[in-house]
């Protein structure tokens, strides 16, 4: 079961978005920011005032609330392409408990990650699969650009643990 944690500020896109998602039988979704509160099938939609912080913010107060056993993110501007599911099921299969970076690209066309390594600049918020292991999970870098880097620098799991996979899974809809 994966929770797909949707951090919003209410823009258009957010519909777009959250149809991109592949829900299979037990998986959520939480959307959490600027919506009406309220509940549709696996969609759960909590409001709270808007971090100003990129989602991190609504990331750090949607994580104790997931209760699949891996967490994935996605901006309300983002969306994934199709099959990703999928590969989270595979990845899941052949490495259930570390991390999982995929791939991401911008609409120029420029891919992330572009070396295995993590770095600032070369990891970004929907590339990530993380298992759901509250001990271990980081925390997303409040007030600051970059918060999913910070995640996962602040995570349990060492670099070495994490697992680079090459299939792009999101698409942005904003360049750098």
Same mark, same amino acid.
């Given at each position: 079961?994966?929770?797909?944690?949707?951090?919003?500020?209410?823009?258009?896109?957010? =519909? #777009?978005?959250?149809?991109?998602?592949?829900?299979?039988?037990?998986?959520?979704?939480?959307?959490?920011?600027?919506? %009406?509160?309220?509940?549709?099938?696996?969609?759960?939609?909590? =409001?709270? %005032?808007?971090?100003?912080?990129?989602?991190? *913010?609504? *990331?750090?107060?949607?994580?104790? !609330? +997931?209760?699949?056993?891996?967490? +994935?993110? !996605?901006?309300?501007?983002?969306?994934?392409? %199709?099959?990703?599911?999928? +590969?989270?099921?595979?990845?899941?299969?052949?490495?259930?408990? *570390?991390?999982?970076?995929?791939?991401? #690209?911008?609409?120029?066309? *420029?891919?992330?990650?572009?070396?295995?390594?993590?770095?600032?600049?070369?990891?970004?918020? %929907?590339?990530?699969?993380?298992?759901?292991?509250?001990?271990?999970?980081?925390?997303?870098?409040?007030?600051?650009?970059?918060?999913?880097?910070?995640?996962? #620098?602040?995570?349990?799991?060492?670099?070495?643990?994490?697992?680079?996979?090459?299939?792009?899974? =999101?698409?942005?809809?904003?360049?750098?």
């Amino acid at each position: 079961m994966v929770s797909f944690i949707v951090a919003t500020i209410g823009r258009p896109t957010l =519909a #777009q978005a959250l149809a991109s998602i592949e829900v299979w039988p037990g998986d959520e979704v939480i959307v959490m920011g600027a919506v %009406p509160p309220g509940e549709d099938g696996p969609v759960r939609r909590l =409001a709270c %005032p808007p971090g100003k912080d990129w989602g991190s *913010r609504e *990331r750090n107060l949607a994580t104790p !609330l +997931a209760r699949g056993s891996h967490l +994935a993110h !996605l901006d309300d501007d983002d969306v994934y392409v %199709p099959g990703t599911r999928a +590969a989270m099921a595979e990845a899941i299969r052949e490495t259930p408990d *570390r991390p999982v970076l995929f791939r991401m #690209q911008y609409p120029s066309g *420029r891919t992330l990650w572009q070396e295995p390594r993590l770095r600032l600049g070369n990891v970004g918020t %929907p590339m990530m699969l993380i298992p759901n292991v509250p001990a271990k999970l980081g925390q997303w870098g409040e007030g600051r650009a970059c918060g999913d880097f910070v995640f996962l #620098q602040t995570m349990k799991w060492s670099p070495s643990e994490i697992v680079w996979r090459p299939e792009v899974v =999101a698409h942005l809809g904003h360049d750098l």
